[in-house]
């Protein structure tokens, strides 16, 4: 009796030492294949000193989810619970701002006005469709400031799973910008340049809004460079990248070398080029047609020796958004969204931080560029489809295309480079060169930076309506919205990131779903199978139970 009471002392004893000591030392095991439950390095550093707390308010709540964005919401769960064990001042809530039915239109108005705008869903479920109203959206608050995070990944032509899979996929930077944007100060500063004609600010407005969250933001001329060309450098130097939007007027030879300095001195830029003058508003008079010609930049040079070409040919796409024009005359006119083959869209299946689980970017009359041979390593970041026709200049462009049925034959070039990454250390443009003027410390070769090209100033212009900026990338006919405003806040985040929080972007996750088609069509048959096999697997038991226990005995 005395040694069992010991033993028994002793498991208790060992019990309760196992328990406390486990209570001291926790930690969580990410067994998944994808380690979607690690967060980054960079996601940890941003939240690991925060000493107040960060509120997050999340809305993805309520019963009549379907089985998808149920899936969303458990793995928005799991993540902020992983943020919760790095830092616990990291505090979140799920809210259905839907549940009370006498607040329900008041709660939908003011979450609207916030732009937080609601997602209507169809769900589909034992062979049943119905319509949802949900609202994927985050509110994170902290010291007084407050910024929306979005839950879903909205890409063209995506079914709902694959809009919940990219979804999950974005989750972490999702969370980990909202919490950068709160608790990291502005550092860096981009100069907008101006002075060759590029776009005006009310058609660069919203970008340069979206940018103002993350970086100091100012215009800057060239024109002083004929005056004082060092200060003018001295002075463009105080900023980590520049932004050329739509250019339409040549660069002096004085302009390139300060812009080519500002690179040696390991200057970032984002260049936003058409080497073809050709507008679709230009289209829309009494003829519906105008000539495309070669617009000279003088920049065929300055790219060149970086190691890319913009060829002055147009990029024209059987994959491509449509346009919409007015059908018929006077009072029987319809707007209709017909084939346009000089808006391509442009993809790219790398998993490059910049265009990964990126949606489709729009371009207009965009040009084609060519990479060289150089050092300098190269990323096509975009390209046209595969059904793609070079069409060279000067050409005529006619709104009459849109009536004629185009063939596939003829789009034979492939797919076409559209932008273009370039890293390393550049050789500048004037080396082994008269230069204009002489400049103090020049150099002949950078430190390792960066540049973006793309070969379509566009792709950053929004719609003006009643002298209103809209929003980047939507089109107000078709109401899609194209890739265009998180490919370049990708791009500039790239250029200047130095916390490596754009490089979450590149983590791949796979979300598995159970086929709702398979389930509605077999749902009786599994039933009956997890029914009836316990019960029959439980007769066997207790027949062979019974069968050995009496042929054991009786002998």
Do not use: C
């Amino acid at each position: 009796m005395n040694k069992n009471l010991k033993h028994i002392l002793i498991l208790v004893t060992t019990l309760i030492v196992v328990n406390y000591t486990s209570s001291l030392i926790y930690n969580r095991f990410d067994l998944t294949v994808d380690q979607r439950y690690t967060l980054s390095e960079s996601a940890i550093s941003i939240i690991e000193n925060i000493e107040s707390p960060i509120i997050v308010d999340i809305f993805l709540e309520g019963e009549d989810f379907p089985s998808e964005f149920r899936r969303l919401q458990k793995e928005t769960k799991q993540l902020l619970e992983e943020f919760a064990t790095k830092n616990n001042n990291i505090i979140f809530n799920f809210i259905n701002p839907l549940e009370d039915e006498t607040t329900r239109e008041r709660n939908i108005q003011q979450l609207t006005q916030r732009g937080l705008t609601p997602m209507q869903l169809s769900i589909k479920e034992n062979g049943k469709a119905t319509q949802a109203i949900i609202f994927p959206w985050a509110l994170a608050s902290h010291n007084e400031q407050t910024v929306i995070i979005p839950l879903v990944k909205n890409k063209i032509g995506a079914t709902q799973q694959e809009l919940v899979s990219n979804s999950v996929q974005h989750l972490e930077y999702a969370f980990a910008d909202g919490f950068s944007k709160l608790t990291k100060p502005k550092r860096r500063k981009i100069a907008i340049l101006k002075g060759n004609a590029q776009l005006e600010d009310k058609y660069i407005a919203d970008f340069a809004k979206k940018l103002g969250e993350y970086y100091f933001i100012a215009p800057f001329t060239l024109d002083s460079v004929a005056k004082n060309a060092q200060k003018t450098l001295d002075d463009i130097n105080a900023f980590d990248l520049i932004i050329s939007a739509k250019p339409t007027e040549a660069f002096t030879e004085e302009e390139k070398l300060v812009l080519d300095q500002f690179t040696m001195n390991g200057g970032k830029s984002l260049w936003l080029i058409d080497a073809v003058a050709m507008e679709k508003d230009s289209l829309y008079n009494d003829n519906g047609k105008n000539f495309a010609i070669t617009r000279n930049l003088n920049l065929t040079d300055f790219f060149f020796k970086y190691g890319a070409r913009i060829n002055p040919v147009i990029i024209s796409s059987l994959y491509s958004a449509p346009i919409t024009l007015a059908m018929g005359s006077g009072s029987e006119s319809q707007f209709q969204h017909l084939k346009w083959p000089y808006s391509p869209l442009a993809g790219s299946n790398s998993n490059h931080p910049i265009i990964n689980n990126l949606n489709l970017v729009k371009f207009d009359f965009a040009n084609q560029i060519d990479t060289l041979k150089s050092a300098i390593k190269k990323t096509i970041l975009l390209e046209s489809a595969l059904l793609t026709r070079l069409e060279g200049t000067p050409r005529e462009i006619s709104l009459n295309v849109v009536t004629k049925e185009a063939s596939p034959e003829t789009f034979n070039k492939g797919n076409q480079a559209l932008a273009v990454l370039l890293e390393g250390e550049f050789t500048s443009v004037y080396s082994n060169r008269i230069k204009p003027f002489k400049l103090l410390n020049e150099k002949n070769k950078s430190t390792p930076t960066k540049m973006i090209i793309i070969a379509d100033g566009d792709v950053i212009k929004n719609d003006v309506a009643r002298n209103v900026p809209q929003e980047l990338g939507f089109d107000k006919w078709t109401g899609k919205t194209y890739g265009n405003k998180e490919f370049l806040l990708n791009a500039v985040n790239y250029l200047l990131d130095d916390n490596g929080l754009i490089n979450i972007r590149s983590k791949e996750i796979v979300v598995a779903f159970l086929d709702h088609q398979k389930i509605t069509v077999q749902k009786n048959k599994w039933r009956l199978v997890n029914i009836l096999f316990p019960i029959v697997l439980l007769t066997f038991f207790g027949f062979g139970f019974y069968y050995f226990r009496k042929k054991k005995y009786t002998s």
